[in-house]
């Protein structure tokens, strides 16, 4: 079972970088594949980004990809979301959450931490 924390959210003005950090205190963390979505009121979570279990191969959503890097520490049991060049459209509460299968298909992924808020003002 995973539970997840995560950190690091705040206010940035654009073209800032941040890094969200996500804690699992759960077991077995490499087993799962970990991922990064974010919402904004009155709209649909959002996938960002999806790391396997190993780390060895990663997915990104089109809005982020080049500027959002995910990593994985397993001995730490801790994923990573480095987001370079902020956009006020980033602007959201971002959620870390996991899978057990390591397709990284945005749907298979749940078990949902509280998430953090990211403000990019312009």
């Known amino acids: 079972q995973v539970q997840l924390e995560e950190s690091g959210g705040g206010l940035v003005q654009a073209g800032d970088s941040l890094r969200l950090s996500c804690a699992d205190s759960?077991?077995?963390?490499?087993?799962?594949?970990m991922g990064w979505f974010r919402q904004t009121p009155g709209k649909e979570r959002e996938f960002v980004a999806a790391i396997t279990g190993s780390g060895g191969r990663t997915n990104y959503g089109d809005s982020v990809q080049g500027r959002f890097t995910i990593s994985r520490d397993n001995a730490k049991a801790m994923v990573y979301l480095q987001m370079n060049s902020l956009k006020p459209e980033d602007t959201a509460v971002y959620y870390c959450a996991a899978s057990r299968f390591q397709g990284l298909e945005p749907k298979t992924f749940g078990a949902w931490g509280q998430g953090t808020q990211v403000t990019v003002s312009a």
């Open positions: 759960g077991r077995a963390f490499s087993a799962y594949a």
